[in-house]
């Protein structure tokens, strides 16, 4: 769901798109890898340039909106680096753990690293939580920050470690009411809807 990231900064840009939904078998295409290296979604076109990774797309967005990257150049020192500490410091525990839970759960190594993994995302989150502290945002404002660590802590909704943690509960509440992800949540549920069971 990291397209659900470009969606959400997509809206609160106030910036039109146009979705391609594809399948298996396009992300296997020799044209969608000339997209998406990986073969991985989400990708994005804005004229000749081709953007993957969505965190580098929620930048590029970002770069272009003061709704999702303040224009002041101190603001937008102190907000890059929180979307990088989401991205490599926070994720990459959160979806070991994910992965471990919905892919592994039975299995007897799962069953062993697993208490390691979770040990590992508290501390993160912990580090998270003391930052924000009473704070609404990670830095004054909401930015783009904020929208990818959202996206973040969504990896966990499985999970019962947000909800156990007042201060990211109330944070990612926050989030979670905007009405940009609200429609962008929408627009993504939207193709599901008309497959037919």
Same mark, same amino acid.
């Given at each position: ?18 979705? *391609?939904?594809? =399948? ?5 295409? #020799? +044209?969608?890898? @000339?997209?998406?290296?990986?073969? $991985?979604?989400? /990708? ?30 101190? *603001?937008?020192? =102190? ?5 990088? #500490? +989401?991205?490599? @410091?926070v994720e990459p525990h959160? $979806?070991?753990? /994910? ?40 830095e004054d404002s909401f930015? @783009? ?53």
């Amino acid at each position: 769901m990291r397209d659900v990231r470009v969606r959400w900064a997509l809206e609160e840009a106030g910036l039109p798109c146009q979705e *391609r939904l594809i =399948r298996a078998d396009d992300q296997a295409s #020799a +044209a969608y890898r @000339a997209l998406q290296p990986s073969a $991985q979604v989400a /990708a994005i076109e804005i004229g000749e340039l081709k953007w993957f990774e969505s965190g580098a797309i929620v930048l590029h967005i970002a770069e272009r909106s003061d709704a999702l990257m303040p224009s002041d150049p101190t *603001r937008r020192a =102190r907000t890059q680096p929180w979307v990088f #500490a +989401a991205l490599n @410091a926070v994720e990459p525990h959160i $979806q070991n753990l /994910a992965e471990l839970d919905l892919f592994h759960a039975r299995e007897d190594w799962a069953l062993a690293r697993g208490p390691m993994v979770v040990q590992a995302v508290r501390k993160r989150l912990a580090a998270l939580a003391n930052w924000l502290g009473a704070r609404d945002f990670l830095e004054d404002s909401f930015t @783009a920050a904020d929208l990818i660590t959202a996206t973040v802590l969504r990896i966990l909704c499985h999970t019962d470690i947000v909800a156990k943690r007042p201060i990211l509960r109330a944070y990612q509440a926050r989030r979670e009411a905007r009405p940009a992800l609200q429609k962008a949540m929408a627009n993504y549920l939207r193709p599901f809807k008309t497959i037919p069971a």
